[in-house]
C-alpha cells in the first residue's frame, strides 16, 4: 500500500500534466495513423517525455515508430506500462488507442516520480502496430521484453473489467486416457504412455 506522501506525489504529478496529457489524446485522436506508420503520435509522445526530463530511445526491434523511455534503478521489480497508438483503417480511432497511448504515459509519469523512493523501473514502452501489424510481436522476439518482471496496459471498453480472457491465446481441447488416480493417492492413477495425451 503506497504512503499518503506518495499518492500526494502521484496526484500531484497527473494534475500538472493533465492538459499535455489531454492535448496529446487530441491530436493523436485527429490525426490516426496505420499501422507502421504512427510518426506524429510517437514523435508527440517523445516530445512530452523528453519535455519532463526523460531520455527516449526510438527504433526498437527495428521498428521506427517504438519507443522506451525509463526511470529507476536495477536492483528491484521492473516494470514495462505499454502504449498503444495506431488507428483502424477507414475508421481512426475507434479502438481508443489514443487514450491508451495518453493513459500509459500518465501512469509512467505517475509511477517515475515516485521510482526512485520506491526502488526497482518503471519503463514506458511505446508498441506500434496493434492492429493486425503485431508490434509486440516483433518486440519480444527482439529481447525488448526481457528481464521485465511485469508489463501492464489498459484499454478503454463500455464496462469496467477487473480481469479478461486472453486474446492471444491458442485454445486446445485434450483428453486424457488412462487411470485417473484421487488426489490422496496419485500413485495409483496409470497412463498408457504410448498413447499419452490426444489433442482433440
Do not use: Q
Not at 486446445?172 to 493417492?185: N, R, S, V, W
Not at 496419485?186 to 497412463?191: A, E, Q, S
Request: net charge negative.
Amino acid at each position: 500500500m503506497l504512503s499518503a506522501e506518495l499518492s500526494r506525489v502521484i496526484d500531484a504529478t497527473v494534475d500538472e500534466a493533465r492538459p499535455a496529457l489531454v492535448k496529446l489524446s487530441r491530436d493523436i485522436h485527429a490525426n490516426p495513423e496505420l499501422r507502421f506508420e504512427e510518426h506524429k503520435a510517437s514523435a508527440w509522445i517523445a516530445e512530452l517525455l523528453r519535455a519532463r526530463g526523460f531520455d527516449v530511445e526510438h527504433g526498437l526491434a527495428g521498428m521506427s515508430t517504438a519507443l522506451r523511455a525509463k526511470r529507476g534503478s536495477a536492483g528491484g521489480a521492473r516494470v514495462a506500462i505499454l502504449g498503444e497508438y495506431d488507428a483502424l483503417p477507414e475508421i481512426g480511432h475507434a479502438c481508443g488507442h489514443n487514450l491508451i497511448a495518453t493513459s500509459a504515459v500518465g501512469a509512467f509519469l505517475a509511477a517515475a516520480a515516485v521510482v526512485d523512493r520506491t526502488g526497482g523501473e518503471v519503463l514506458f514502452l511505446g508498441t506500434p502496430a496493434e492492429e493486425g501489424g503485431g508490434g509486440k510481436i516483433r518486440m519480444i522476439e527482439r529481447g525488448v521484453f526481457e528481464g521485465l518482471d511485469a508489463a501492464m496496459m489498459f484499454h478503454p471498453f463500455d464496462r469496467d473489467m477487473l480481469a479478461h480472457t486472453a486474446l492471444a491465446s491458442t485454445w486446445l481441447t485434450m483428453k486424457f486416457i488412462g487411470a485417473p488416480a484421487p488426489a490422496a493417492a496419485p500413485h495409483d492413477g496409470r497412463l498408457p504412455w504410448r498413447h499419452g495425451m490426444r489433442f482433440a
